[in-house]
Protein backbone atom coordinates (compact mmCIF):
# COMPACT_ATOMS: atom_id res chain seq x y z
CA UNK A 1 0.00 0.00 0.00
CA UNK A 2 1.21 3.46 -0.39
CA UNK A 3 2.01 5.80 1.88
CA UNK A 4 -0.67 8.13 1.06
CA UNK A 5 -3.49 5.79 1.21
CA UNK A 6 -3.27 4.75 5.45
CA UNK A 7 -5.99 5.54 7.53
CA UNK A 8 -7.98 5.14 10.58
CA UNK A 9 -11.66 4.28 9.69
CA UNK A 10 -13.44 5.92 12.48
CA UNK A 11 -17.25 5.36 10.35
CA UNK A 12 -17.50 3.17 7.76
CA UNK A 13 -21.11 4.96 6.17
CA UNK A 14 -21.38 3.04 2.87
CA UNK A 15 -23.32 4.01 -0.24
CA UNK A 16 -25.02 7.32 0.53
CA UNK A 17 -26.94 9.82 -1.60
CA UNK A 18 -25.36 13.15 -2.24
CA UNK A 19 -27.77 15.04 -0.06
CA UNK A 20 -27.21 12.89 3.07
CA UNK A 21 -23.35 13.49 2.47
CA UNK A 22 -23.94 16.86 2.38
CA UNK A 23 -26.34 17.20 5.67
CA UNK A 24 -23.10 15.35 6.91
CA UNK A 25 -20.43 17.47 6.40
CA UNK A 26 -22.60 20.01 7.79
CA UNK A 27 -22.56 17.67 11.11
CA UNK A 28 -18.82 16.92 11.13
CA UNK A 29 -18.02 20.54 10.84
CA UNK A 30 -19.50 21.45 14.17
CA UNK A 31 -17.50 18.75 15.65
CA UNK A 32 -15.05 20.44 18.62
CA UNK A 33 -12.49 18.26 20.29
CA UNK A 34 -8.85 19.25 20.70
CA UNK A 35 -5.94 17.71 18.84
CA UNK A 36 -4.50 14.56 20.51
CA UNK A 37 -1.72 12.16 19.89
CA UNK A 38 -1.80 8.82 19.05
CA UNK A 39 1.14 5.89 18.71
CA UNK A 40 1.18 3.25 16.72
CA UNK A 41 1.82 -0.22 18.07
CA UNK A 42 1.95 -3.93 16.88
CA UNK A 43 1.73 -5.41 13.72
CA UNK A 44 -0.89 -8.37 13.62
CA UNK A 45 -3.24 -10.02 10.78
CA UNK A 46 -6.94 -10.09 11.32
CA UNK A 47 -8.29 -14.06 10.31
CA UNK A 48 -4.96 -15.39 11.58
CA UNK A 49 -6.02 -19.26 9.94
CA UNK A 50 -6.66 -17.70 6.49
CA UNK A 51 -4.96 -14.30 7.10
CA UNK A 52 -6.47 -11.36 5.01
CA UNK A 53 -5.29 -8.21 6.11
CA UNK A 54 -1.75 -6.90 7.72
CA UNK A 55 -2.73 -4.19 10.33
CA UNK A 56 -0.61 -1.53 12.81
CA UNK A 57 -2.63 -1.53 15.38
CA UNK A 58 -3.34 2.16 18.02
CA UNK A 59 -3.01 2.72 21.54
CA UNK A 60 -5.77 3.10 23.79
CA UNK A 61 -6.29 6.50 23.08
CA UNK A 62 -10.28 8.29 25.19
CA UNK A 63 -10.06 11.19 23.05
CA UNK A 64 -9.86 9.07 19.40
CA UNK A 65 -13.05 7.32 21.21
CA UNK A 66 -14.47 10.25 21.87
CA UNK A 67 -14.23 11.45 18.35
CA UNK A 68 -15.55 7.96 17.07
CA UNK A 69 -18.05 8.37 18.79
CA UNK A 70 -19.06 12.28 17.52
CA UNK A 71 -18.51 11.27 13.89
CA UNK A 72 -20.80 8.24 15.05
CA UNK A 73 -23.38 10.92 16.21
CA UNK A 74 -23.12 13.50 12.95
CA UNK A 75 -23.63 10.10 11.16
CA UNK A 76 -26.94 9.82 13.03
CA UNK A 77 -27.67 13.62 12.76
CA UNK A 78 -27.22 13.39 9.42
CA UNK A 79 -30.03 10.55 9.07
CA UNK A 80 -27.14 7.11 8.31
CA UNK A 81 -27.49 4.25 10.25
CA UNK A 82 -24.40 2.64 10.98
CA UNK A 83 -24.06 -0.93 12.61
CA UNK A 84 -23.26 -1.40 16.23
CA UNK A 85 -19.01 -2.53 16.25
CA UNK A 86 -16.18 -3.05 18.45
CA UNK A 87 -13.91 -0.51 18.15
CA UNK A 88 -10.15 -1.80 17.09
CA UNK A 89 -8.62 0.82 15.73
CA UNK A 90 -6.23 0.14 13.43
CA UNK A 91 -4.47 1.29 10.08
CA UNK A 92 -4.20 -1.12 7.67
CA UNK A 93 -1.08 -1.89 5.79
CA UNK A 94 -1.90 -5.09 3.65
CA UNK A 95 -4.58 -6.64 2.17
CA UNK A 96 -4.35 -10.19 0.59
CA UNK A 97 -6.50 -11.02 -2.19
CA UNK A 98 -7.00 -14.78 -1.62
CA UNK A 99 -5.29 -17.24 0.56
CA UNK A 100 -1.67 -17.59 1.08
CA UNK A 101 0.45 -19.70 -1.40
CA UNK A 102 3.46 -21.71 -1.04
CA UNK A 103 5.67 -20.66 1.39
CA UNK A 104 3.79 -16.66 1.76
CA UNK A 105 2.49 -17.78 5.04
CA UNK A 106 5.81 -18.51 6.57
CA UNK A 107 7.11 -15.45 4.92
CA UNK A 108 4.36 -13.48 6.65
CA UNK A 109 5.10 -15.38 9.82
CA UNK A 110 8.57 -14.66 9.62
CA UNK A 111 7.64 -11.10 9.22
CA UNK A 112 5.17 -10.71 12.33
CA UNK A 113 7.83 -12.34 14.20
CA UNK A 114 10.54 -9.61 13.23
CA UNK A 115 8.36 -7.03 13.92
CA UNK A 116 7.43 -8.28 17.16
CA UNK A 117 7.52 -5.06 19.66
CA UNK A 118 6.79 -2.13 16.61
CA UNK A 119 5.73 1.06 17.95
CA UNK A 120 6.05 4.98 16.35
CA UNK A 121 6.88 7.80 18.54
CA UNK A 122 3.60 9.54 19.35
CA UNK A 123 2.35 11.58 16.35
CA UNK A 124 -0.10 14.79 16.56
CA UNK A 125 -3.69 14.11 15.55
CA UNK A 126 -5.06 17.65 14.40
CA UNK A 127 -7.60 17.02 11.72
CA UNK A 128 -9.86 14.30 10.36
CA UNK A 129 -11.60 13.83 7.07
CA UNK A 130 -14.30 12.71 5.11
CA UNK A 131 -13.34 10.15 2.02
CA UNK A 132 -15.15 8.77 -0.78
CA UNK A 133 -13.80 4.63 -1.44
CA UNK A 134 -14.10 3.77 -4.81
CA UNK A 135 -12.76 0.10 -5.38
CA UNK A 136 -10.58 -0.92 -8.60
CA UNK A 137 -9.19 -4.50 -9.97
CA UNK A 138 -6.01 -2.60 -8.30
CA UNK A 139 -7.86 -1.96 -4.65
CA UNK A 140 -9.70 0.78 -3.40
CA UNK A 141 -8.73 4.47 -4.40
CA UNK A 142 -9.59 6.68 -1.46
CA UNK A 143 -10.76 10.57 -2.58
CA UNK A 144 -10.54 13.29 0.44
CA UNK A 145 -14.27 14.83 0.16
CA UNK A 146 -13.70 17.33 2.95
CA UNK A 147 -11.33 17.96 6.32
CA UNK A 148 -12.17 18.85 9.45
CA UNK A 149 -9.62 20.73 11.98
CA UNK A 150 -9.62 19.41 15.62
CA UNK A 151 -9.56 22.57 18.36
CA UNK A 152 -10.18 22.54 21.86
Given at each position: MAPGTFHLTLAF???QPQTTVE???DALGEIETAPFDLTLRG???????????????IDPQPALTGLRDK??????EAGIELH???FRPHVKLARFRGQLR????EKLAAFLARTNGFSTEPFSVDRFCLFRSRLHPEGAVHEVLAEYSLAG
Open positions: LDDTLHIDVFASSKPRLVWAGVRWAAGRERGDEA
